[in-house]
């Protein structure tokens, strides 16, 4: 199953759909790292064709370093040729989970329940501009100041900091804790 042992070692990837005030349709995308339980972005659209989930992980690998292994479910977007193509020529190798089984993606599932019950579902969005803003907001709290338990009631934020401290890694590819926001 590939269990993540190191930070940039497994990320996952999914999309949430929510709507506008106006019932106008929102895409999101989020992507985790699953060792560091951190959410390394999340874009709001209302569609995110292949190449806007490529142009995501293209900025995440030249600000993060490039992952051991992207897993995702068998949505169009993540099985299209253009994204196989660019992660194997990236170096990553693709986990996709058998269909139907959202259990083997837990972390990036998990995630989104926590998105949807502590953000969409508490807000109402006039578009995707004020839901961008208002999600990345919420990306940036659950990192850096969010205590999770599966983190010994550290941020992700501070999870990371001290795993890097500890194992002395000075490589510039390795996580950045500073935000990152992407436009629309």
């Known amino acids: 199953m590939n269990k993540a042992e190191y930070p940039n070692h497994v990320w996952s990837y999914d999309f949430v759909e929510d709507r506008t005030e106006r019932g ?27 190449s806007a989930v490529v142009g995501v992980l293209e900025w995440l690998f030249l600000t993060r370093g490039v992952p051991k292994f992207l897993r995702s479910d068998n949505g169009p977007e993540f099985v299209a040729k253009a994204v196989c193509r660019w992660l194997k020529e990236s170096g990553c190798s693709n986990l996709f989970i058998k269909p139907g089984s959202p259990w083997e993606n837990g972390y990036i599932e998990s995630f989104n329940d926590k998105l949807r019950d502590e953000c969409l579902n508490r807000e109402i969005f006039r578009n995707g501009r004020e839901a961008q803003a208002f999600v990345e907001n919420w990306r940036q709290e659950y990192n850096n100041y ?39």
């Open 24 to 50: 106008g349709k929102l895409r999101i995308l989020a992507i985790i790292d699953e060792y560091t339980r951190e959410c390394l972005a999340i874009r709001v659209a209302a569609s995110i064709p292949a």
């Open 146 to 184: 969010r205590p999770h338990s599966s983190l010994g009631y550290l941020t992700p934020a501070e999870f990371v900091r001290r795993y890097y401290k500890k194992n002395q890694v000075k490589d510039l590819k390795q996580p950045v804790v500073k935000a990152v926001t992407l436009s629309l």
